[in-house]
T-cell receptor, first 111, second 116 residues
């Protein structure tokens, strides 16, 4: 099946810093989503971005499908940004309904 | 527009008991997915259902686990004779479409199962 790798696995920032999280995937995809799992365990949808660039406030994402990677940018980080960021993809082959998740990036933003 | 609803949020069972987890999809969504997050592991797909049909259960353990999405009411994930290794967070997701078009999946808050 499709493989998803995220980097870095851990990231510690001071409030106000910027960061870039990366997601590499091993095959062509029909769907790519970024999620934030907050400290209470809830999964929050950030972006649905199988290709192109999107922005939502301090967050933006870019997916280059032909090169099989996606980037999540967080600017002017806040302590509430802490948590685990997951990239998840759905492969384009056959009857592939499931999202395959990466292992996530654990982000800690210190005040 | 209410999001995906899951209940209970926390469930404690003793070994050998049954666990029943419920999921109500977002309004207008007819596709339901269950995922499991084990400690120290990522989220793993378990099963994909549409109303009254199991479409893909390739991620479900072969024994003790079953899922349904009846014509009326929520989707149910049932775990019989639970063991400690079943302790995990179980997430339900829903989407308006299955495989074609924009099939963004939206997740519920999860059910945290603890087996004593």
């Amino acid at each position: 099946g499709i493989q998803v790798e995220q980097s870095p696995p851990d990231l510690i920032l001071q409030e106000g810093a910027n960061s870039t999280l990366r997601c590499n995937f091993s095959d062509s995809v029909n769907n790519l989503q970024w999620f934030h799992q907050n400290p209470w365990g809830q999964l929050i949808n950030l972006f649905y971005i199988p290709s192109g660039t999107k922005q939502n406030g301090r967050l933006s994402a870019t997916t280059v499908a032909t090169e099989r990677y996606s980037l999540l940018y967080i600017s002017s980080s806040q302590t509430t940004d802490s948590g685990v960021y997951f990239c998840a993809v759905r492969g384009s082959g056959g009857s592939n309904y499931k999202l395959t998740f990466g292992k996530g990036t654990l982000l800690t933003v210190n005040p | 527009n209410a999001g995906v609803m899951q209940n209970p949020r926390h469930l404690v069972r003793r070994r050998g008991q049954e666990a029943r987890l419920r999921c109500s999809p977002m309004k207008g969504h007819s596709h339901v997915y269950w995922y499991r997050q084990l400690p120290e592991e990522g989220l793993k797909f378990m099963v994909y259902l549409q109303k009254e049909n199991i479409i893909d259960e390739s991620g479900m353990p072969k024994e003790r686990f079953s899922a349904e999405f009846p014509k009326e009411g929520p989707s149910i994930l049932r775990i019989q004779q639970v063991v400690r290794g079943d302790s995990a967070a179980y997430f339900c997701a829903s989407s308006p479409k299955g495989t074609s078009g924009r099939n963004e999946q939206f997740f519920g808050p999860g059910t945290r199962l603890t087996v004593l």
